[in-house]
């Protein structure tokens, strides 16, 4: 099963940027996205269930940030908006069919994709 992320840029503070995760096959009741900025730890940012119904999202991310998922494409987006400098990070996609972590708020899945650059400037 492979996770392929897209959509990163180098963008303006501000500005919004629509990150896309193509799943090979639907195979995990879970995915999420994780990031990571340079000299700190993978962060956890949001997470949804397959059927794109229940969704979970670090508390700071909440209201900029929207988790969605298109079943019927194998894809998963995460919308960012009012985008800052300090969102500016590699962003991984990422499934797991545990329920735990997906609640977990945490980085704990199985499988991953590559991660795609998002450079937000001041």
């Known amino acids: 099963v492979q996770l392929q992320a897209s959509g990163g840029g180098l963008v303006q503070a501000g500005d919004s940027l629509r990150l896309s995760c193509a799943a090979s096959e639907r195979t995990f009741r879970y995915q999420g996205w994780c990031r990571q900025a340079p000299g700190k730890e993978r962060e956890f940012v949001a997470a949804?269930?397959?059927?794109?119904?229940?969704?979970y999202y670090k508390e700071a991310m909440k209201g900029r940030f929207s988790i969605s998922r298109d079943d019927a494409k194998n894809m998963m987006y995460l919308e960012m908006n009012s985008l800052k400098p300090e969102d500016t990070a590699i962003y991984y996609c990422?499934?797991?069919?545990?329920?735990?972590?997906?609640?977990?708020?945490?980085?704990?899945?199985?499988?991953w994709g590559q991660g795609t650059l998002v450079t937000v400037s001041s």
């Open positions: 990422a499934a797991d069919n545990n329920h735990r972590v997906a609640t977990s708020k945490r980085c704990l899945y199985d499988y």
């Open positions: 949804i269930n397959w059927s794109g119904t229940t969704a």
